[in-house]
C-alpha cells in the first residue's frame, strides 16, 4: 500500500501519485492534449476513468468532455497511457516514463505508422505542416554543413536546391488521421490510421440547429456542416473513431460509432482481448483472435517445412 496518495488537478493538467518507500508512480493528464474522447475509459480494466460533460462556452459551443481519474481504483497501469490516440496521458516511475504492460508484454503498443519521403518535398512547399489539425507537423531546412536556414527568401535558387528538408512529425501526440498524406501534392506521405471503424449520423435524430460534435471534433474536416440540409456529416477518410462526438452528443442515437480494427503490435493476452472487446465489440475480437490461431497455424507448418528441409 502506499505510504501517500495525491491527486492534483489545474488549468493544464490532471495528477495523479502513489508515493511508496522506493517508488514514486505519478500519473499525468495534459489537458492541452486531450479531446475528451472516450477511448481511455473504455480500455481501463478498472473503471477509474470517467467522462463528465460541460456547459457550453460563453459563445455557445459545446466543449469537450471533461476526462476524470478516480485516484482509490487506479492502480497505475498504464493501459490508458498506451492506449490514448492524443498522447495525453504518462504514467511515470521515479520520473521515468515505465509501462509494466509492455514491459510484461499483457499489452500491445499502438502502431503510428506515418511515412514520409521528404528528401522529395520541395522547400518551398509547408502544405502539410498547415493542414494538420493539431499542429504536429514542422518543416525545417538544412544547409549542407549542417546549419539551418530560418528564412528562405535570402536565398538563391542554387542554394535552395542544396538544402535538406526536415519534416518532423511528433508522432507521440499524433492520431493519424491522412489529412497530411491528402493534402500533400507530390504524394509523398503515406498514413495508416491507429483506429478503423465505421461512423454514422442520422441526421433525423439530430436536433434542430445542434453542432455540438463538430464543436467538440479534434479532426477539422472529419465533419463538418452541410449547406443542404444544414446538418452535420462525417468525412471518414479523416475520422480517427476516437469518440470525442460521441461523448458529448445530447441525443442517444443520433451517433453512431464503431471500432472495427485497431493497429497494434503483436501480443498474446487475456487483458488486452477484454480492452479489445470493449473498444470494439466481441465480434471484432473474435476476428482478430481466428486471424491470430491462423497465423500461428501457418507458423506452425513453416517451421515443420524448414525443419524437413534441414534434415533432407
Known amino acids: 500500500m502506499p505510504l501517500k496518495t495525491l491527486k492534483k ?18 500519473l499525468t493528464l495534459n489537458k492541452n ?30 466543449q469537450h468532455a471533461k476526462v476524470d481519474i478516480n485516484l482509490e481504483k487506479c492502480n497505475f497501469c498504464g493501459i490508458c497511457d498506451v492506449m490514448c490516440p ?23 503498443q499502438l502502431i503510428r505508422d506515418v511515412q514520409i519521403n521528404s528528401a522529395n518535398c520541395a522547400p518551398e512547399c509547408v502544405d502539410c505542416e498547415k493542414a494538420c489539425p493539431l499542429n504536429l507537423i514542422k518543416i525545417s531546412y538544412i544547409k549542407p ?5 530560418e528564412d ?9 536546391e542544396w538544402l535538406r528538408v526536415d519534416v518532423n512529425v511528433d508522432k507521440e501526440h499524433c492520431p493519424c488521421c491522412r489529412i497530411c498524406e491528402f493534402k500533400c501534392p507530390k504524394g509523398l506521405i503515406h498514413v495508416r490510421k491507429i483506429f478503423y ?25 472529419a465533419l463538418y456542416l452541410s ?4 446538418k452535420v456529416h462525417v468525412n471518414e477518410l479523416f475520422c480517427v473513431y476516437c469518440g470525442a462526438c460521441k461523448a458529448i452528443c445530447p441525443v442517444n442515437g ?36 481466428k486471424a491470430k490461431s491462423s497465423q500461428k497455424a501457418v507458423d506452425v507448418v513453416e517451421r515443420r517445412l524448414k525443419w524437413k528441409e534441414v534434415v533432407v
Do not use: Q
Not at 43 to 54: D, G, Q, S, V
Open 9 to 26: 488537478e489545474t488549468a493544464e493538467t490532471l495528477t495523479l501519485e502513489w508515493i511508496l518507500h522506493v517508488k514514486n508512480y505519478r
Open 254 to 289: 443520433a451517433l453512431e460509432l464503431k471500432r472495427t480494427r485497431i493497429m497494434h503490435a503483436p501480443v498474446r493476452s487475456g487483458a488486452w482481448n477484454k480492452a479489445l472487446e470493449r473498444l470494439t465489440s466481441p465480434l471484432e475480437t473474435s476476428k482478430e483472435l
Open 33 to 62: 492534449f486531450c479531446v475528451g474522447c472516450e477511448i481511455c475509459s473504455l480500455a481501463c480494466p478498472k473503471e477509474a476513468i470517467k467522462l463528465e460533460k460541460l456547459p457550453k462556452s460563453t459563445n455557445g459551443k459545446a
Open 197 to 221: 471503424g465505421r461512423m454514422k449520423i442520422n441526421p433525423e435524430k439530430c436536433p434542430e440547429g445542434c453542432k455540438d460534435c463538430l464543436d467538440v471534433c479534434p479532426i477539422s474536416g
Open 227 to 230: 449547406e443542404a440540409d444544414k
Open 86 to 108: 492524443f498522447g495525453a496521458i504518462k504514467v511515470t516511475v521515479n520520473n521515468e516514463h515505465v509501462l509494466n504492460v509492455i514491459e510484461k508484454e499483457s499489452f500491445p
Open 152 to 160: 528562405l527568401k535570402s536565398l538563391t535558387t542554387l542554394e535552395r
Open 145 to 149: 554543413d549542417g546549419r539551418f536556414v
